[in-house]
C-alpha cells in the first residue's frame, strides 16, 4: 500500500486566481493520477504523471488550465489555473498499487471552493 | 473504451438487512474490476477487486462481489449491513495494463437504525 498526503486538505479562492495542490507519496510510484470529483459527482481523470515526461491529459482537460509537475517518483503537483466557480471541486491524487493492476490508493482530496 | 453502469444511484436499507449495489461494465478487452468506499469528507479505499481467478472475490468489511462475464456485471453484495456502512460507494474497470481507472457514477448506501 502507500500513504498519500495532500495540501491543501481545502481552500477557498477568488475567481481568477490559481492554486497548486500538492501530493507526497511515502514510496516512490511509476504513475500518479490526478482526479476531479465535482459535487455529487463520480471521478473523472484529469491526467496522468509519470517522473520525466510530460503529463498525459484526458478529453477535455487542457495543460494551460491544469499544469501538472512530477519532479521525482515520490511527489507531484497540480495546479488549477484562472479559476472559475465551474472548478469548485474535490481534487484527488492517486498512485497506483503493485503490480500495475489499475488498483489505485488515493490522498485524502483537496476541496476547492471558488467564489 | 471501457465505461462503467452503476444501476442505482441511492439505496436506503435498514441496519442488519441484506443489500446488493449493481454495476455493470462495458468493455471490448479483458479488464480488471474493483469497488471502491468513500466515507464522507475522505479520499477513496479499496474494498476488494477481480483480476482473474475464482469470479467470487471477498473484501474488507464483509463485503463481496461477484464476477459475471456473460452479464458483465460485478454486484457488491454485503448480508447484513452495518450503520457505519453508509458511504459512497464506486465501481471501477480498468485496462490489463493498469493505465487507466475508470468509475461509475457512484452509489449511496444509507444504512437506516
Known amino acids: 500500500s502507500a500513504v498519500i498526503s495532500q495540501k491543501p486538505s481545502r481552500d477557498i479562492c477568488q475567481r481568477g486566481t490559481s492554486l497548486t495542490i500538492q501530493c507526497q507519496v511515502d514510496s516512490q510510484v511509476t504513475m500518479m493520477f490526478w482526479y476531479r470529483q465535482q459535487p455529487g459527482q463520480s471521478l473523472t481523470l484529469i491526467a496522468t504523471?509519470?517522473?520525466?515526461?510530460?503529463?498525459?491529459?484526458e478529453s477535455g482537460f487542457v495543460i494551460d488550465k491544469f499544469p501538472i509537475s512530477r519532479p521525482n517518483l515520490t511527489f507531484s503537483t497540480l495546479t488549477v489555473s484562472n479559476m472559475s466557480p465551474e472548478d469548485s471541486s474535490i481534487y484527488l491524487c492517486?498512485?497506483?498499487?503493485?503490480?500495475?493492476?489499475?488498483?489505485?490508493?488515493f490522498g485524502e482530496g483537496s476541496r476547492l471552493t471558488v467564489l | 473504451a471501457q465505461s462503467v453502469t452503476q444501476l442505482d444511484s441511492q439505496v436506503p436499507v435498514f441496519e442488519e438487512a441484506p443489500v446488493e449495489l449493481r454495476c455493470n461494465y462495458s468493455?471490448?478487452?479483458?479488464?480488471?474490476l474493483f469497488w471502491y468506499v468513500q466515507y464522507p469528507n475522505q479520499g477513496l479505499q479499496l474494498l476488494l477487486k477481480?483480476?482473474?481467478?475464482?469470479?467470487l472475490v471477498k473484501g474488507i468489511n464483509g463485503f463481496e462481489a461477484e464476477f459475471n462475464k456473460s452479464q458483465t456485471s460485478f454486484h457488491l453484495r454485503k448480508p447484513s449491513v452495518h450503520i457505519s456502512d453508509t458511504a459512497e460507494y464506486f465501481c471501477?474497470?480498468?485496462?490489463?495494463?493498469?493505465?487507466?481507472?475508470?468509475f461509475g457514477a457512484g452509489t449511496r448506501l444509507f444504512v437506516k437504525a
Open positions: 477481480y483480476l482473474s481467478g475464482s469470479t
Open positions: 492517486s498512485v497506483d498499487g503493485q503490480g500495475r493492476t489499475g488498483e489505485l490508493f
Open positions: 471501477a474497470v480498468s485496462d490489463l495494463g493498469g493505465f487507466k481507472t475508470i
Open positions: 468493455s471490448s478487452v479483458s479488464v480488471y
Open positions: 504523471a509519470n517522473q520525466g515526461s510530460e503529463a498525459t491529459y
